[in-house]
T-cell receptor
Framework: DSGVTQTPKHLITATGQRVTLRCSPRSGDLSVYWYQQSLDQGLQFLIQYYNGEERAKGNILERFSAQQFPDLHSELNLSSLELGDSALYFC??????????????FGEGSWLTVV | GENVEQHPSTLSVQEGDSAVIKCTYSDSASNYFPWYKQELGKGPQLIIDIRSNVGEKKDQRIAVTLNKTAKHFSLHITETQPEDSAVYFCAAITNAGKSTFGDGTTLTVKP
């Protein structure tokens, strides 16, 4: 158990809908990261927040947005869902802002199926 | 943007043999290279990492080498055990914090 908690574990929704994935980082971690893992595109970095502020942005679609709240939990909002958004979404956390020498701990992921 | 190529995509070895996985990156701004192990149904787990100012790092049976000039880095696992069977991902991370992952290598260690 990494200490990173993600909910829900599984989610099935229809195209065009909007969902919210939630993440609680490890106690004491200030950085939260979101990743998408799909069969055709592999593991992709979406976005990182550090202490409530956006720190780094990856291949995150405009239909997706995220935020980190004052209690450090984070939410990933996915809207206008398409079949291709079906994937495993990981949240991860770390203590520091920068990646170097800063172990990133992954949660077990949220499986999203868009039908 | 950054592109990370990882080879091979699958690797099967006998228990006790060594396994080597190679990655190549394109963005010279990448300066941190972690390796992750992902077991079925779980999230990736960091197993070893290397910074751009270091050529080699070893942790028990696992080592990573980096050739910054050639933009290559490799994972070496010696004396493989069945529990090493998993999917391994390399990643290249820039100063700005942007991560790019390889496509993964499925390692099977046969007892």
């Amino acid at each position: 158990d990494s200490g990173v908690t993600q909910t829900p574990k599984h989610l099935i929704t229809a195209t065009g809908q909007r969902v919210t994935l939630r993440c609680s980082p490890r106690s004491g971690d200030l950085s939260v990261y979101w990743y998408q893992q799909s069969l055709d595109q592999g593991l992709q970095f979406l976005i990182q927040y550090y202490n409530g502020e956006e720190r780094a942005k990856g291949n995150i679609l405009e239909r997706f947005s995220a935020q980190q709240f004052p209690d450090l939990h984070s939410e990933l909002n996915l809207s206008s869902l398409e079949l291709g958004d079906s994937a495993l979404y990981f949240c991860a956390s770390s203590v520091d802002r920068d990646s170097i020498g800063n172990t990133i701990y992954f949660g077990e992921g949220s499986w999203l199926t868009v039908v | 943007g950054e592109n990370v190529e990882q080879h091979p995509s699958t690797l099967s070895v006998q228990e006790g043999d060594s396994a080597v996985i190679k990655c190549t990156y394109s963005d010279s701004a990448s300066n941190y290279f972690p390796w992750y192990k992902q077991e079925l149904g779980k999230g990736p787990q960091l197993i070893i990492d290397i910074r751009s100012n270091v050529g080699e790092k070893k942790d028990q049976r696992i080592a990573v080498t980096l050739n910054k000039t050639a933009k290559h880095f490799s994972l070496h696992i010696t004396e493989t055990q069945p529990e090493d069977s998993a999917v391994y991902f390399c990643a290249a991370i820039t100063n700005a914090g942007k991560s790019t992952f390889g496509d993964g290598t499925t390692l099977t260690v046969k007892p």
